[in-house]
């Protein structure tokens, strides 16, 4: 069973950045696309980003685009979102997670992390 772990996130300023990470406890044909999905207080489920394993071709929302960048560390099965100009909106819970391919990690991933609560203050 893939176990992700996200170990990052936090309270920042509205205007800041922040950096989350997501280590995997294995790799496989499973975790071939890696991304992150955040649900803020009382709202749907939205997909942040993804990334593929091999080519590090990545994915993003448009309502995200331009304000987060998602990268790999192969070496250490990680993968990480740095976000940039946060806004109060942008709180909510950010889940790390992994599926054999794009569309699963975009609508309905197969393996989920715990989530990291990120709050941006005024």
């Known amino acids: 069973q893939v176990q992700l772990v996200e170990p990052g996130g936090g309270l920042v300023q509205a205007g800041g950045s922040l950096r989350l990470s997501c280590i995997a406890s294995?790799?496989?044909?499973?975790?071939?696309?890696r991304g992150w999905v955040r649900q803020a207080p009382g709202k749907e489920r939205e997909f942040v980003a993804a990334?593929?394993?091999?080519?590090?071709?990545?994915h993003y929302a448009d309502s995200m685009r331009g304000r987060v960048t998602i990268s790999k560390d192969a070496a250490n099965d990680t993968i990480y979102l740095e976000m940039s100009n946060l806004k109060r909106r942008d709180t909510a819970v950010y889940y790390c997670?992994?599926?054999?391919?794009?569309?699963?990690?975009?609508?309905?991933?197969?393996?989920w992390g715990q989530g990291t609560l990120v709050t941006v203050s005024s």
């Open positions: 997670t992994a599926d054999p391919n794009l569309h699963g990690v975009v609508t309905n991933a197969r393996h």
């Open positions: 294995q790799h496989s044909d499973d975790t071939y696309w």
């Open positions: 990334i593929s394993w091999t080519g590090g071709v990545t």
